[in-house]
C-alpha cells in the first residue's frame, strides 16, 4: 500500500476538485492509501454520497490556508495550521507517507520541501521537473528545471539530466530519453559560459541519452523527452509557451464567435477543437514534480480540475512504486572512497 | 533624401522578395534612396517591368553570399565579395548610408556591425530588439535582447532600457513607453542577482516608464511595450513563443482537413482566421533592430516575404528620419568630468 498525502486546500476550486481527484485515485488504484489535508468542515460534505474505499482513506483537520501571495518560508515556518505545514509535517513524522500533491502556492511547496523534506543524499539542488503535451500524440516533453533554482552551476544541469531521464523512465515508462539542453542555437559551441560546460559535461555522462543543444521554439515539436536548463530559462521557457498557447485560443475563440456565420463554422470544427484543447492541456497530463527531494512531492496546477489532481496523484504513485527516490539515491550517490 | 543600403541576397526567398520589397519601398517612400547590394544578374531580371524612380535605386554588384551556416566573423572577415560583407563596407565608408537591410545570417549581422559599424558612444553593447504583435490590435512588445548578448550585467540591461523605449518612440510613436523586467514572477524581490540589482537601477532611471517585472506567460497581453532581459532569457522568450503559436496553428490547420465536415467548418471561419494570422504575422511589423549601433542595422525574418522586407526598410527609414541614433548618443553620451 502506498499512502500519498493530498493538500486538500491549495488550488483556484479547492477542496472540490482535490476531495473529487482523490475519490477518483481511490477508485482506479487500488493499493493507495491517502491522506487528505484541509478542512474538515468544508471536506465532509464533498464526500457523502460519493462510493470508494473509506477504509483507504483519512482526513487530517487543518484550519488554515497558505495563499499565493505569501512569503514561502515565512509562511511554511509561522502557519503552523494551515493545510500545507501539516501535509510537510506528516511527511516529515510518517515513514509510511511517502508522496505529497498539493495545488498550492509553488513558492511554499518549494520551501517546505527544502525545510522539512530535505534532498536525497548527493543531490546538490532539488529541481522542478514539469510536463508538457508535444504535437506527437501520447508524447511529452519534460523541462528541468523550471524555476526552482535561478543560479545554477554545470553540475547541477547535469544532475538535471541524470534525474530528469529516471524520472520519465519511472514515471511514464519513456524507454531511453532524449535529453537535450536549452540553448540559444543547436551547435556545440553556441550559449553562456554555463551552456558551455554544460555541454561538455553532458556529453561525458554515460546514464543519460545526450542529444545535443535544442532552440527554445522546438519544445513541442516531440523531437526530445528532457529540456535541461538553469531555472530561470526553464520558467521563461515554460511560462511564455502556455501563454502563448492560452493567447492564440483566446483569440480563435473570439473570433469564431463573432458572427453567424463564423459561429456555424465553429460548430462544425467544434470536435477537432476540442481534441486539440485536449492534446494541449496540462490537465491530462500530470504535475510539476520537486525531483531530487527526499519524499515525492507533485505541484498541480492551480487551475488544475479533478482529472489533473487524479493524475497528479497517479504520477506521485507510479514514482513511487517504480522506487524513483532509491534510483536516484543510487545513480548519485557520493563516491565512496 | 535617406539612404538605405539592402541586402539583396539573404533569406530564404532572395533575391526575389528583397528585389520586390524594395520597389515597393521606393513607391511608398519618397525620400528614400537604396542602394541594393547582391548578384546583378538575379537582380536585373526582377526589375524588368517594374515601375519605380529609378534615379532613386542603384544595384552594387556581389557575386558571393554568406550563409547561416557559416562561422559568423569568419564569414564576415574571409568573404570580402559577399553582398553581407560589401553592404557593410559601403555603410563603413559612405557617411550618406545610414542604414542597413538584411534577411541574412543573424551572427554574420550582429559580427558585421560589431567590426564594420561599431558601436554610439557611451553604449556598452548593442542588443538585438525584435517586435512582436500582442492580442490587442495594432499594439506590438519589443524585446531587448533577444539574443546578442548572453552573458550580461545590470548596467546592460538598463542601457536596453533607455535605448528601447528611445526606439519605440521614434520607429513607432509609441508615447510613453511601459517597460518590464522579465523575471520569474511580478514581486520585487524575485529572480537571480541580476535581476534584483537591473531592478533597483530600472527604478532610478528617469528616462523610461518602469512599470516592475513581469512574467513571460504575459508577453502578448498588450500590458507592456518593452521587455527588458539578457540575451539568453531574450531569446528562449522569442523563440518558444514562435514556436508554439506555429505548432498550434499546424495542429489546427491538420484538424480543420480532416473531414469533410470540418472543411466546410474551416471555410466559414477561414476569414478570421486569415486576420488571425495576420494580427500575429511577424511580415505586418518589421525586423530586429541591432539598436546601439553607431548606424541604423534591421535584421528581418530569413522567411520574409516581400511585405515584410517593405516594413524593414520603412522601419529604418522612421529611425533615420527621426534620428534614433542621435538620440541615443545624447542620453548615453558619457559624463563630462
Tied chains: 1, 2.
Excluded: W
Aim: hydrophobic fraction near 40%.
Amino acid at each position: 500500500m502506498i499512502k500519498i498525502v493530498v493538500d486538500a486546500m491549495g488550488g483556484d476550486n479547492s477542496p472540490t476538485v482535490n476531495v473529487k481527484g482523490v475519490i477518483k485515485a481511490l477508485n482506479e488504484l487500488s493499493d493507495v492509501s491517502i491522506v487528505l489535508v484541509g478542512d474538515e468542515a468544508q471536506i465532509a460534505p464533498l464526500l457523502q454520497g460519493e462510493k470508494y474505499d473509506a477504509s483507504r482513506l483519512h482526513i487530517l483537520h487543518a484550519s488554515d490556508v497558505i495563499s499565493c501571495n505569501e512569503v514561502p518560508t515565512v509562511a511554511i515556518k509561522t502557519k503552523t495550521d494551515s493545510s500545507m505545514s501539516k501535509a510537510f509535517e506528516l511527511l516529515r513524522t510518517d515513514a509510511d507517507a511517502r508522496a505529497l500533491v498539493s495545488l498550492g502556492s509553488t513558492g511554499a511547496l518549494l520551501a517546505g520541501t527544502v525545510l522539512r523534506v530535505g534532498r536525497i543524499r548527493g543531490v546538490k539542488r532539488p529541481a522542478f521537473c514539469p510536463i508538457l503535451p508535444t504535437v506527437v500524440p501520447n508524447q511529452i516533453v519534460a523541462i528541468c528545471d523550471s524555476g526552482a533554482n535561478v543560479d545554477c552551476d554545470p553540475l547541477y544541469l547535469q544532475q538535471f539530466a541524470v534525474m530528469g531521464s529516471l524520472y520519465l523512465k519511472k514515471a511514464f515508462g519513456v524507454e531511453n530519453p532524449r535529453v537535450a539542453l536549452l540553448n540559444i542555437g543547436v551547435e556545440e559551441e553556441k550559449g553562456d559560459a554555463l551552456r558551455k560546460e554544460t555541454y561538455q559535461l553532458l556529453q561525458k555522462t554515460p546514464s543519460i541519452n545526450f542529444v545535443g543543444n535544442m532552440e527554445s521554439r522546438d519544445l513541442l515539436s516531440g523531437e526530445f523527452d528532457l529540456v535541461v536548463c538553469d531555472g530561470f530559462a526553464g520558467n521563461v521557457l515554460l511560462k511564455s509557451t502556455e501563454g502563448a498557447c492560452l493567447e492564440l485560443m483566446r483569440l480563435l475563440k473570439r473570433g469564431m464567435m463573432s458572427s453567424l456565420k463564423t459561429k456555424i463554422g465553429a460548430l462544425l470544427i467544434k470536435k477537432k477543437m476540442y481534441e486539440i484543447k485536449d492534446l494541449m492541456d496540462y490537465n491530462n497530463y500530470g504535475g510539476a514534480v520537486l525531483i531530487g527531494a527526499a519524499k515525492t512531492v507533485v505541484k498541480g496546477h492551480g487551475s488544475s480540475n479533478e482529472t489533473a489532481v487524479y493524475h497528479c496523484i497517479k504520477q506521485a504513485y507510479a514514482m513511487e512504486s517504480n522506487h524513483l527516490v532509491d534510483a536516484i539515491a543510487a545513480e548519485l550517490a557520493p563516491q565512496q572512497t
